[in-house]
């Protein structure tokens, strides 16, 4: 087995690497490897389009050519303005990942503003930081499940915050917020 070291501890049939910012869990048993994970702490903003059934129901072309320009025009372009990753789609709503907290909150600032004088398309946003745990084409973890819980809880056009989040902001973020609710989650 040799040495535990900082980065890295071997275990018997099961290998565990940790880096900096990025962990990979390899499970093996022998020469077999069953899955890997990757995890790291992330600022997560998760967003969804308010009342989307019922706007499909009433006009199902306006609403999916409506989303279709927010997507292409305005949500695509300023997530990547604001050093995001959008990394689950789920069709009316998208999970939104950053380094930055402060990243997260200008960038759905920036989508509330641009959606101001929209017609059709209304976001509720819920942000949190926390670990999240990639595999494969998967995003879960408890910073994707408080951010997604905080959105449920918003009203239209509202984003709300998770205390762990807004203690990582900037004075300059910080200021935009006012003191909610607390929420049991």
């Not at 909150?105 to 509720?124: K, M, P, T």
């Not at 930081?129 to 056009?157: H, S, T």
Request: proline share 2%; with cysteine; glycine share 8%.
């Amino acid at each position: 087995m040799g040495r535990i070291r900082d980065h890295a501890r071997l275990i018997p049939y099961f290998d565990i690497y940790r880096f900096w910012h990025l962990s990979l869990v390899q499970l093996k048993c022998g020469e077999k490897e069953f899955f890997t994970l990757k995890r790291r702490l992330a600022a997560i903003l998760a967003a969804d389009v308010v009342d989307y059934s019922r706007l499909m129901g009433e006009d199902q072309a306006q609403t999916l050519d409506a989303l279709r320009q927010f997507r292409n025009e305005l949500l695509e372009p300023v997530v990547t303005t604001h050093n995001g990753s959008i990394v689950k789609r789920l069709g009316d709503g998208w999970i939104i990942e950053f380094a930055s907290v402060s990243d997260a909150v200008e960038c759905a600032l920036h989508i509330q503003n641009g959606l101001a004088d929209h017609d059709v398309i209304r976001l509720r946003s819920g942000i949190h930081i926390g670990d999240v745990v990639f595999e494969e084409e998967d995003v879960f973890g408890d910073g994707v499940n408080v951010a997604a819980r905080l959105e449920e809880l918003a009203k239209p056009g509202e984003l709300l915050i998770s205390d762990t989040a807004y203690q990582s902001i900037d004075g300059k973020a910080a200021a935009q917020f006012s003191d909610g609710h607390s929420h049991q989650l």
